[in-house]
């Protein structure tokens, strides 16, 4: 089944300790995207990547690390995880490339993450 | 149930009532604009696109219209059902891959 995997999906720590959400896809896309999703502000953008070893800033990347050292995972890390970064992150991936960046965006199933 | 609704403009249809959610989107050089559905607890899921060489798509049940003398996109579902209650998000991408959401409407089907 064609889909895109978040793990985990549910995470309660303390402000300072490093953690890494993972995400991986099965359909060889080259474009993956990380988002935080907050009451009444829809999704921002925290990173992009555009294909392995390329990444880019989206609007909210502060406090944030992403990687692209294979094709089909790209996780974000939280070097000091702070209460302002309690959301719910979703991971997404395109067939889109750069020449082509029509494509629609499928989103895993989200983590919820929970700073205290 | 996720809590990332709250606060969101709400529309409240009749089923086998169309519905019209609208969006105004803020890149006059945005080129390519995608509507999303998200039901409790899940991630958005695509619905419709269209490029900005086009002012109407049409799909199963459902339509994207795009002004852009008026930065304003709109989706319209056509007999609504209880099924489609969900969150509605319009977005749009800039620049390449760079995408931004909108604030999501939230669109209630009464039996």
């Known amino acids: 089944e064609a889909q895109v995997t978040q793990n985990p999906r549910y995470l309660i720590t303390v402000t300072g300790k490093k953690l890494t959400v993972t995400c991986s896809q099965n359909?060889?896309?080259?474009?993956m995207s990380w988002y935080r999703q907050d009451p009444g502000l829809g999704l921002r953008q925290i990173y992009y990547s555009m294909n392995v070893e390329v990444t880019d800033k989206g609007d909210v990347p502060e406090g944030y690390k992403v990687s692209r050292k294979e094709k089909r995972n790209f996780p974000l890390i939280l070097e000091s995880p702070s209460p302002n970064q309690t959301s719910l992150y979703f991971c997404?991936?395109?067939?889109?490339?750069?020449?082509?960046?029509?494509?629609?965006?499928?989103f895993g199933p989200g983590t919820r993450l929970t700073v205290l | 149930g996720e809590s990332v609704g709250l606060h969101l403009p709400t529309l409240s249809v009749q089923e086998g009532d169309n519905s019209i959610i609208n969006c105004a989107y803020s890149?006059?050089?945005?080129?390519?604009f995608i509507w999303y559905k998200q039901e409790s607890g899940k991630g958005p899921q695509f619905i419709i696109d269209?490029?900005?060489?086009?002012d109407k798509r049409q799909g199963q049940r459902v339509t994207v219209l795009l002004n852009k003398t008026v930065k304003h996109l709109s989706l319209q579902i056509a007999a609504t059902q209880p099924g489609d209650s969900a969150v509605y998000f319009c977005?749009?991408?800039?620049?390449?891959?760079?995408?931004?959401f909108g604030a999501g409407t939230r669109l209630f089907v009464k039996a």
């Open positions: 977005a749009e991408r800039t620049g390449g891959f760079k995408t931004i």
């Open positions: 890149n006059s050089a945005s080129d390519y």
């Open positions: 997404a991936s395109s067939s889109g490339t750069g020449r082509f960046p029509y494509n629609e965006q499928f």
């Open positions: 359909m060889n896309h080259e474009y």
């Open positions: 269209i490029r900005s060489n086009m």
